[in-house]
């Protein structure tokens, strides 16, 4: 199998679940199954990039060219700043350029194919979309985006509805609807999206954090974000299903659309011309969900392990 070529969009500072899925990510890479072309960040946190650095260089794997999103938008950093204070390196503060221009020059570089797999708010994704030709290419983002990129996967939206039957709104939306109405509203890609339905009991690192404490940037970054021995799955899930697809783990929806109201709640809307799917947890015959996302959570433990040397 040919290796995807991936970007990945995070916002590595926040919660600690983006540390997984980069950690699932880079062990997907040396196992040849990922070819990744960029990182961007959608939290301007100074330390995000020099955690990443961190993270990368206690796996002794390589950092892809990375840029961050410019704009202001203050959020609490967890633990970047603390792994470059552990373990970092003084280059790990070198500045990088800026999200949405090399996101740009990803895509015209590349020939085609991409998947774009964005697992924090969708800041950059937007701000990509409304990018107009420039010097990098004449196309606007909207035309390069359709051009180059096979799938967007975002680990974005709640599809299950409360006691008033309204769906829950979802963090990474919330945080940024007008972002958000905007992605959905300009996007021609197809959108394959993760809900956090879908991992919000699936547990991942517990182990590896019993077992190495604050000894890698990894569970180091978990102890710092609320001690956490083990965290909800959802950007480790959505990076598993751009990888490696459903394979036993996963379903995907048929086709539809989806819609942002002003409160951030996600409507979706059975289309056959939608450009929007689902993906759900896969429960094997006489399997219970919560085992079915044991599965899932075993499957990314398992690689991520293996490359912690545990
Ligand atoms: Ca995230």
Same mark, same amino acid.
């Given at each position: 199998?040919?290796?995807? +070529? ?21 062990? /997907? ?15 301007? /946190? ?26 202001e938008n203050p959020r609490d950093d967890w633990y970047c700043k603390k792994i470059y204070e552990k373990f970092g390196e003084e280059s790990d503060l070198e500045p990088v350029g800026d999200a949405v221009a090399l996101l740009r020059k990803t895509f015209v570089e590349s020939d085609g194919d991409v998947t774009l797999c964005a697992i924090g708010p969708l800041n950059n994704i937007a701000d990509l979309l409304e990018s107009k030709g420039d010097d990098i290419s004449p ?45 959905? #509203?300009?996007? +021609? ?20 954090? #019993? ?9 180091? /970054?978990?102890?710092?974000?609320? %001690? ?15 990888? #490696? ?26 289309? #056959? %011309? ?19 996302? +044991? ?16």
């Amino acid at each position: 199998m040919k290796p995807i +070529k991936l970007i990945l969009d995070t916002d590595v500072g926040s919660d600690c679940d983006d540390m997984m899925a980069i950690s699932y990510m880079i062990a /997907a890479e040396k196992k040849g199954l990922v070819e990744p072309l960029a990182i961007t960040l959608s939290h301007p /946190a100074d330390y995000a990039a020099a955690g990443i650095r961190g993270l990368y260089r206690s796996y002794g794997a390589k950092v892809p060219a990375m840029g961050q999103m410019s704009k202001e938008n203050p959020r609490d950093d967890w633990y970047c700043k603390k792994i470059y204070e552990k373990f970092g390196e003084e280059s790990d503060l070198e500045p990088v350029g800026d999200a949405v221009a090399l996101l740009r020059k990803t895509f015209v570089e590349s020939d085609g194919d991409v998947t774009l797999c964005a697992i924090g708010p969708l800041n950059n994704i937007a701000d990509l979309l409304e990018s107009k030709g420039d010097d990098i290419s004449p196309l606007c983002g909207v035309e390069l985006v359709k051009e180059k990129c096979s799938r967007i996967v975002l680990m974005a939206g709640g599809f299950l509805p409360d006691e008033n039957g309204k769906n829950v709104p979802e963090w990474n939306v919330k945080v940024c609807i007008e972002r958000s109405q905007k992605t959905f #509203e300009l996007c +021609k890609n197809d959108i394959y999206m993760l809900p956090h339905e879908a991992a919000h009991t699936m547990v991942t690192g517990k182990y590896a954090v #019993e077992t190495l404490g604050d000894k890698t940037p990894l569970t180091y /970054a978990f102890l710092s974000f609320f %001690n956490s021995v083990g965290r909800s799955s959802w950007d480790p899930a959505t990076m598993l299903w751009a990888v #490696e697809g459903n394979r036993d783990l996963f379903t995907l929806s048929e086709a539809g659309r989806v819609t942002v109201d002003d409160i951030g709640t996600t409507d979706f809307c059975p289309d #056959e %011309n939608g450009n929007c799917y689902i993906i759900g947890i896969n429960r094997l015959e006489n399997e219970s969900f919560t085992d079915a996302q +044991k599965r899932a959570a075993a499957y990314i433990d398992g690689a991520v392990n293996e490359i912690l040397g545990i």
